[in-house]
């Protein structure tokens, strides 16, 4: 366990210019610090008269796993795509945030984390007084679906990903990644993969009132063998990053970082909050363990993040 105590961020951070996916409406986004044990919450503001609600980042508060995470109350006060901003806290180590939306979802940004990740890097983050608190997994819990499944199994240390997607298109087919998350590796191999989708879905998802502000701008845009994007891919396996990005986002919904292994095989949202739902059904499957804090001289230590670089590929 390399980070001992709980972060926040440094100071509040807007991030505007961005739309919902699924909306196509502007949304406004600031990311606030967060004392101690707070974990990470939603403030949706721009309800009826005024009111806002608060909204814990957690499994039990899913309400929809259909194309997005959804969390909320049934049918109001809701917050919809939430996976990849949750994931680039989770992937930063930042365990304690106040995310202020005016909206009903989170904004797309270009499709990736990149754009949260900025915005994180932008600020910093600095470190509190109490320790990180982990979950770890003591037995295996395991979800199937189909011929896909999703698993959590224990492991000494750390976490590590191991994600394979199998779509019947050319252009996808059968990728297979792994990983062991922490800040630079999330950075370097995730933030950036972007969503993507099928040109012969749009009609039908618009028609549902989903996908109204997809464009190339914000997703990976697919039709029969072909890239619809003019730029291409930012990696060749982008879409298998993308599936982990998301897998990172929805079990970062446990409430605290895990210890352990997570396994899927043609998972999604679903899958993920689902083996979640199976962990903590199951007193014997997992406990709190909580990182030394070493005596320090002073309230506050900065952890300076080093700034988010693009790549090339």
């Known amino acids: 366990m390399k980070s001992t105590q709980q972060t926040t961020l440094r100071n509040r951070v807007v991030v505007s210019g961005g739309i919902g996916v699924h909306s196509g409406k502007p949304v406004r986004l600031v990311l606030n610090p967060a004392e101690a044990g707070v974990g990470i919450v939603f403030q949706r503001t721009g309800l009826a008269n005024g009111a806002s609600r608060r909204i814990e980042a957690r499994h039990s508060k899913v309400t929809m796993t259909d194309l997005c995470t959804v969390i909320g109350e049934e049918g109001k006060n809701l917050v919809a795509t939430i996976e990849h901003l949750v994931a680039a806290l989770r992937g930063l180590n930042v365990d304690n945030c106040l995310i202020e939306v005016d909206g ?94 099928f040109l012969s879905d ?73 083996v979640l739902d199976a962990l903590f059904a199951d007193k014997r499957a997992w406990r709190f363990v909580e990182a030394p804090v070493p005596h320090r001289e002073g309230a506050r230590a900065d952890l300076r993040a080093p700034a988010f670089l693009p790549e090339r590929n």
């Open 104 to 197: 009903p979802e989170t904004p797309i940004m270009d499709g990736s984390a990149a754009a949260f990740v900025e915005a994180i890097d932008s600020v910093g983050l600095t470190s509190l007084e109490a320790p990180r608190r982990f979950i770890k997994i003591l037995k295996t819990v395991r979800i199937e679906h189909g011929r896909g499944y999703s698993e959590l199994r224990p492991a000494s240390e750390g976490f590590n990903l191991d994600v394979e997607i199998d779509f019947d298109n050319p252009v996808i087919g059968r990728q297979r990644k792994i990983l062991d998350l922490e800040p630079q590796a999330f950075r370097r191999e995730l933030a950036r993969a972007r969503t993507f989708g």
């Open 202 to 274: 749009v009609e039908k998802l618009t028609k549902m009132g989903f996908a109204l502000g997809a464009s190339l701008e914000n997703s990976v845009g697919i039709d029969g063998d072909r890239i619809l994007n003019p730029e291409g891919l930012r990696y060749a396996d982008e879409f298998v990053r993308h599936k982990m990005l998301d897998a990172v986002g929805d079990l970062a919904l446990a409430g605290a970082p895990l210890i352990g292994a997570y396994q899927s095989y043609c998972g999604g949202h679903k899958m993920n909050v689902a």
